[in-house]
């Protein structure tokens, strides 16, 4: 296949954007067998530990290869290490909340459809000031950065949710979060009006935790509302039989 060529994602018929077309969301990139060889290497993963970033690692991801939409978040908190499950503490369920107004029936089929991961998917500890979750440094996302783009070349999914600034500015860098929520990109970063042409399609949100300022302000909650009505739309377009 050349550089840029259209690609045709398994199982769906849908064009697939080409791989010259964006950095930020990768086709080609993985070295790994398969989905779940790529899941085994990441548990084991210590790069983060070793480097001495963290005291101890412990990869928290969920997903599996028949799912068409692939949320990414922060990283995981306390709880989430604990459980070994992605948003499984407070802003959890507010983000399950907001998946149930987007279409979504209950937690379950949120956790069925949607392949969980983050931008590091290791607690990264708490602030210095104990105010909070630490956000990880540019150093520990490029360190954790070959799992996403392993998971986004073997999952190819449809749909991909940005949760709060971070994954915002891998995938749609130097753009603010009021210029994007409610709003559907492509891959490149343009903005989408209708029904899309060509997966995936990029559909942030704000991130739920209550750590985030951003829903603060009362004017985004319809900015919020929006999003999730996009959310539905979208996930419809990608996963009809769901
Ligand atoms: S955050 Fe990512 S790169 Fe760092 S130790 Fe955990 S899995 Fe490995």
């Keep these: 296949m050349t550089s840029g060529e259209e690609m045709i994602s398994p199982g769906v018929g849908r064009r697939y954007f080409g791989e010259s077309e964006s ?20 548990r084991a993963c210590t790069r983060c530990a070793q480097a001495g970033f963290i005291a101890q690692a412990h990869p928290v991801f969920s997903g599996h290869a028949g799912q068409r939409v692939l949320l990414i978040g922060q990283a995981p908190g306390p709880v989430e290490q ?3 499950r992605p948003f499984a503490g407070r802003a959890g369920r507010q983000l399950m909340r907001w998946m149930i107004r987007a279409g979504f029936r209950d937690e379950a089929d949120v956790r069925e459809r949607i392949y969980m991961t983050a931008m590091t998917t290791c607690f990264p500890g708490r602030r210095p ?33 940005p949760i709060g600034s971070l994954a915002l500015e891998r ?17 490149t970063g343009i903005p989408i009006s209708g029904s899309p042409q060509v997966a995936p399609v ?16 009362p004017a985004r909650l319809e900015l919020l509302d929006r999003a999730l009505g996009t959310l539905r739309e979208m996930v419809e377009w990608a996963d009809p039989a769901g």
């Design 23 to 42: 950095v930020l969301v990768p086709t080609q990139a993985a070295p790994f067998r398969s989905l779940s060889s790529l899941q085994r290497e990441q």
């Design 129 to 161: 000031d104990g105010a909070g979750d630490r956000r990880p440094s540019a150093a520990e996302v490029a360190l954790c950065t070959p799992w996403l783009d392993g998971v986004l070349a073997l999952l190819r999914p449809q749909v991909i949710i």
């Design 202 to 217: 990029l559909v942030p949100l704000p991130h739920p935790s209550g750590q985030s300022r951003w829903l603060n302000d």
């Design 171 to 187: 995938f749609l860098p130097g753009r603010r979060l009021d210029d994007v929520i409610g709003r559907a990109f492509t891959a």
């Design 82 to 84: 604990d459980q070994s």
